[in-house]
């Protein structure tokens, strides 16, 4: 007789913003343009320093497509791209508004330019991107994770990383959270990790903690909870 | 009689994508979650720790409203923004279809919660984000500047920075570049300094070495230049 209350799409702009921004800041390199304007590198600049793939005319694969998924979609689609696909076990009828095309797995890794990750962890979708799906990823592509760190396979991430196997990732998770300070994945200059603030927004921890308060009250009066997880 | 090429249009879906990653990285403060995650700070996580506002529901001012500001404004309507407000010269067709309203510069500093210069630099605009512009935005307002340094009064920006004036300010622009090393831009938390990398993408340098080469050989063939400015 627990009753249990949850927030859900209260998180789903904050994450989908925080996905385009991870994925933008390790596509164009941020970090490391802004470290290096700090550190004396910006002297050096010539026509292809810092230069990184932008996302016009590029094929994206978004894999899990919940709310966040077509969030993140609408938002790329923005950008010019030229196809955006995803992998879901079911097809989304939103897709179709939003141009995006079910693909099997396999498809989305072998054609994307950008692989994002907004599937939820289960354990179905524990460790998919292991060594197996890294290897067929393109060379160049950019991977970006924002749902939970138990879908990828790190070790198997950072030999892709290191080995040239793909171009760069983004992380906003990892196994464990907080990652040890001597991970390599902290080394890595084509590697950009965040501490899992995909839904730091001002308004969305508000909402949040305004939709829990009342999920409370409603059931300390005895009322039905706005949002009761059933 | 000396002819002069250029590359125009080239860089517009470069710049307009670097300015969503500054904006985005500004807003949800990455370099600062980047820091604390590799230094310790992500043990200390917390429901508030490194938010920072979403652009869900909020409103945009971009000052300069031609090829760039206008691919800036359709990137970020697509993060559910509530309104889109741009001061240029002359109004704009293309406004209509992306839905964003012709406003006077003290209207637009006055109700954005983002600015964002994308005007080119004439004797006109010179410093015209001066003490007095700063002022009349919003004390929770984040400014970005993608066009030219010149612009900006830089001292009015370090002292609105600092005094609270605005929140935050993200600069692929400076005055003068490279910005010296101990200028007090690079020790705030609340500025995010880039190198320049605004066209910093490999398609649009390539792009742009292959129009200025096509301008060279056609000049030398005495044939109309693909891209003569005149």
């Given at each position: ?10 998180l789903t702009d904050a994450t989908a913003?925080?996905t ?42 978004i894999?899990g497509f919940g709310r966040i998924g077509q969030a993140v ?45 907004c599937v939820s ?25 924002t749902s ?50 995909g ?32």
């Amino acid at each position: 007789g627990i009753r249990i209350g949850h927030t859900p799409g209260v998180l789903t702009d904050a994450t989908a913003e925080l996905t385009l921004a991870l994925l933008l800041s390790t596509s164009r390199r941020l970090p490391e343009a802004q470290h290096a304007a700090k550190t004396g590198g910006w002297a050096n600049w010539s026509l292809t320093w810092m230069t990184g793939p932008g996302l016009a005319g590029t094929t994206v694969g978004i894999v899990g497509f919940g709310r966040i998924g077509q969030a993140v979609a609408r938002r790329v689609k923005s950008f010019s791209t030229a196809q955006i696909l995803y992998f879901n076990r079911s097809e989304r009828p939103e897709a179709k508004e939003i141009g995006a095309v079910k693909v099997t797995f396999d498809e989305l890794l072998a054609k994307s330019d950008f692989v994002i990750c907004c599937v939820s962890l289960e354990p179905s979708t524990k460790e998919m991107f292991d060594k197996c799906a890294f290897g067929k990823m393109k060379k160049t592509a950019i991977f970006v994770n924002t749902s939970r760190g138990g879908t990828v396979d790190q070790d198997a991430l950072v030999e892709a990383l290191q080995s040239g196997t793909i171009r760069a990732a983004g992380l906003d998770v990892t196994t464990p959270e907080p990652l040890p300070l001597d991970h390599p994945l902290f080394k890595m200059k084509n590697c950009v990790v965040l501490p899992h603030i995909g839904s730091a927004t001002i308004e969305a921890t508000n909402t949040m903690a305004e939709l829990t308060a009342k999920n409370i009250l409603a059931v300390l009066n005895g009322m039905e909870m706005p949002a009761e997880l059933k």
